[in-house]
């Protein structure tokens, strides 16, 4: 859900607090996961490290589907057990398999995937980065974090383009950043989504992406079409105004609630 009026007014104004105001090409607002626990694993045998990197780099290439709960067999995960311990009683809900898989695969996943895409975006138009990793490469600027209150909805109203990875352990729902950044009236270019797609209007209210020539060449393209991707960016907006605000989601549970009283 969103404070449409506060960012609404927020935007209007363009009050910078601690923030350059300028425009931007391209945005990401992100952590890149650079100290993930799974690189931090130098240990494992040769074979085994091999299929983890393969199964990584598979995953990697497809949005909307899980494919590590499928390819962790149980050998697998009994040969991982000897190298890689995790402290779990009983009082945990999930399987050691799907624990490995959230903490260390998958924000490993999330790093290499959002360090690529931005090195391949910044070929084609500078990337200003907003992050607290220390990670710059040609074409990347990097402007660390971004008060959430504030700074960050300009800087999604003051972006062309802002990109969207969802982190790889959220595997289904509309990602917290979305919302933010349509909320801002910002352009939000966004990694496929089954309930983006199924909540706004593709091409019209947002755009999606999945192989990196489809990013690449969209991106070209909506940088090319400012009118375009204004609408696209305005037309977003408006239907988070219309249907995710706070009072229209507490209008819903509340009507729920009604229903089974």
């Given at each position: 859900m969103?404070?449409v ?15 350059k ?19 931090q694993i130098?240990?494992?045998?040769a ?5 983890l ?10 949005f ?16 991982l ?9 009983q ?7 799907r ?16 360090k ?7 070929k ?9 990793s ?58 496929y ?33 400012d009118?375009?991707r204004?609408?696209?960016a ?24 009604r229903?089974?009283?």
């Open positions: 969103v404070n009026p506060r960012l609404d007014q927020l935007r209007q104004t363009k009050k910078v607090i601690g923030l105001q300028k425009k931007y090409d391209i945005s990401f607002v992100g952590s890149l996961y650079e100290n993930n626990y799974y690189e130098t240990y494992l045998p074979h085994l490290k091999g299929y990197d393969g199964i990584c780099r598979a995953q990697m290439q497809l909307g589907v899980d494919l590590l709960p499928e390819l962790l067999h149980e050998d697998i995960l009994i040969e057990k000897k190298y890689v311990k995790l402290d779990m009683d009082t945990y809900l999930v399987t050691y398999g624990l490995f898989s959230d903490l260390f695969l998958k924000k490993y996943i999330s790093s290499m995937e959002r690529e895409r931005l090195e391949l975006l910044a084609i138009r500078q990337v200003a980065l907003f992050s607290g220390h990670w710059a490469g040609e074409g990347i600027d990097c402007y660390g974090t971004v008060d959430y209150m504030n700074e960050m909805p300009l800087v999604f109203s003051l972006s062309k383009i802002n990109i969207n990875m969802t982190i790889r352990s959220i595997t289904s729902g509309i990602p917290l950043r979305c919302m933010d950044i349509l909320g801002a009236g910002g352009f939000l270019f966004s990694n989504q089954p309930e983006l797609e199924e909540y706004f209007v593709p091409e019209r209210e947002w755009v999606s992406f999945q192989e990196a020539e489809e990013m690449l060449d969209k991106v070209v393209f909506y940088l090319q079409h009118e375009l204004d609408r696209i305005e037309n977003g907006f408006q239907k988070v105004k219309r249907e995710f605000t706070y009072d229209k989601a507490l209008e819903k549970m509340l009507g729920i609630v229903k089974l009283m």
